[in-house]
């Protein structure tokens, strides 16, 4: 189940070891992203590319804004 | 785009997903940090003075007033419980009935801009507007702090003298 949540609440599981996504393209990420947050296009979401992603620990995606 | 990529993580076996609905404007809006070519740009809220001179709709005009001799503000923002802008004190409106409760002679509304603004392209539309100084607030309508146009000014010619690039 995905949940959705607020900028207090990504704080709070940072803290907590969450890791994040950003699923907008490379250009776009290397302009600003949040600190740490690992890029993974949507388009490239697979089992290949999330392979690098921890699935003990929460995930995070986010992209500009309400899109 | 990222409530499908939330999903196909979930269709990849991930059980502890979440979506950030708000996202990177959210964060950046807010003055958090990022990384990136463009983060170390100025930006209105990096240049903003904080602690800033608030007061509630329903204070008087001679408490503010006071307030603001005692500590040396032009200006004062007027704020509704939910701390939301609601309106901006100057010394002119000061003139009124001390009686008078603030939101009677608040210029209602008033002009905000976002943290997360390039400060060039503020800068520019403030001078376009000859306007002094600007309030900056959170998406969400909460007060951030207050642009002056001198201080903005100053720091893109600190950045000019740096070299730093100026476009966002």
């Known amino acids: 189940m995905v949940a959705k949540i607020d900028r207090d609440e990504v704080q709070r599981l940072l803290r907590e070891g969450a890791q994040l996504v950003e699923v907008l393209p490379p250009a776009e990420y290397e302009q600003e992203h949040l600190p740490g947050a690992l890029n993974i296009p949507l388009k490239q979401l697979d089992r290949e590319t999330t392979a690098q992603l921890q699935r003990d620990r929460p995930v995070i995606v986010y992209c500009s804004d309400y899109q | ?168």
């Open chain 2, 1 to 168: 785009m990222s409530p499908r990529a939330a999903w196909r993580l979930e269709s990849l076996g991930f059980t502890k997903v979440f979506h950030y609905v708000a996202g990177k404007a959210d964060w950046s809006a807010s003055g958090l940090p990022l990384e990136g070519r463009l983060a170390s740009l100025p930006t209105a809220g990096g240049v903003a003075r904080r602690g800033v001179l608030t007061c509630r709709l329903t204070d008087r005009v001679g408490e503010v007033r006071e307030r603001m001799a005692t500590v040396g503000d032009s200006a004062c923002v007027v704020l509704n419980d939910e701390g939301i802008v609601m309106g901006r004190l100057r010394q002119k409106d000061l003139n009124a009935d001390a009686e008078a409760t603030a939101e009677s002679v608040m210029e209602s509304g008033p002009t905000t801009v976002r943290p997360d603004l390039p400060l060039a392209d503020i800068v520019e539309r403030m001078q376009r507007r000859g306007v002094g100084s600007v309030l900056v607030t959170t998406p969400d309508g909460r007060l951030s702090g207050i642009l002056y146009r001198r201080h903005a000014e100053a720091r893109l010619t600190e950045m000019e003298n740096e070299g730093a690039p100026e476009e966002k």
